[in-house]
């Protein structure tokens, strides 16, 4: 069974920085996509990015862009966000992803449980 613990969710001021964490255990995911998604209150889940099995590829949503940096540690079994520049909109559940698939941006997969990020003004 994978499981997918997230942490350093937080709250910061707008213009500061975070960075996410996410281990897995019970299965090796150097083969997979592993990403994050977020859920901001009262809307649907979103992609935010993702980083393919070799680590040399990421996508990221246009909204996060150039202020958001996604990277994975396979020794470790862990994936990283690191977030600058938080804007209030960026205040959401932080969801870590598994994707078997290496694809990664369709929500398939494996989740955690969510870390909390508020940025306030």
């Known amino acids: 069974q994978v499981q997918l613990v997230e942490s350093g969710g937080g709250l910061v001021q707008a213009g500061g920085s975070l960075s996410l964490s996410c281990a897995a255990s019970g299965h090796t995911v150097t083969n997979w996509a592993m990403g994050w998604f977020r859920r901001p209150p009262g809307k649907e889940r979103e992609f935010v990015a993702t980083?393919?099995?070799?680590?040399?590829?990421?996508y990221y949503a246009d909204s996060v862009k150039g202020r958001f940096t996604i990277s994975r540690d396979n020794t470790k079994n862990t994936v990283y966000l690191q977030m600058n520049s938080l804007k209030i909109d960026d205040t959401a559940v932080y969801y870590c992803?598994?994707?078997?698939?290496?694809?990664?941006?369709?929500?398939?997969?494996?989740w955690g449980q969510g870390t909390q990020v508020t940025v306030s003004s």
């Open positions: 992803n598994a994707d078997p698939s290496n694809w990664g941006r369709a929500g398939h997969g494996y």
């Open positions: 980083i393919l099995s070799g680590g040399g590829t990421t």
